[in-house]
């Protein structure tokens, strides 16, 4: 995680560089940021069991789309894309219809992605009991949470440094 040389996700996605102030900034807090690339490497590493690494992209797709968040919703677009994932399961989820894919367990994490993301207070036992109903194990389930979760932080931060980096290109 420590590999300060190369640009993470974030940096990479908001234009930061090595001769940004932004980059410098990001950079103090060497923990936080290793944290944060640790935490995405984790969430979608192919050795983490239960989830697919598709079905962990379709859900942080769909959670960028419903913030809005362009710049990431494309980022993983494009690795889903990599991976080869059906072209009309994508469009569906890009076009916002995700009942149509077809996949009760995949239409159940998008659902849930939708309820936390959008009516986070609808989240209840009511939400999360149509989870292992669509066959998620509960170690699915937390998995899916944290990704959700993670998501969001990371949305929030890319805005955070969008809006750093410009106040940095003005002056």
Do not use: W
């Amino acid at each position: 995680m420590q590999n300060q040389n190369l640009s993470d996700t974030l940096d990479r996605l908001t234009g930061l560089s090595a001769q940004s102030q932004t980059y410098a900034i990001r950079r103090e807090r060497q923990k936080v940021l290793d944290a944060t690339q640790g935490s995405e490497e984790g969430l979608f590493d192919p050795a983490l069991p239960g989830m697919s690494v598709q079905e962990r992209l379709y859900v942080a797709l769909y959670a960028c789309l419903l913030t809005p968040a362009t710049d990431l919703a494309k980022e993983y677009a494009l690795r889903l894309a990599s991976l080869g994932a059906d072209s009309q399961t994508l469009e569906h989820v890009q076009n916002f219809d995700t009942h149509q894919i077809g996949n009760a367990r995949l239409e159940a994490m998008l659902n849930f992605t939708q309820i936390l993301i959008t009516k986070p207070i609808q989240a209840d036992k009511i939400a999360l009991a149509a989870l292992p109903a669509a066959g998620l194990s509960t170690p699915e389930v937390v998995t899916l949470a944290q990704l959700i979760s993670f998501v969001s932080y990371q949305v929030r931060v890319a805005a955070g440094l969008r809006a750093m980096h410009a106040l940095e290109l003005q002056s």
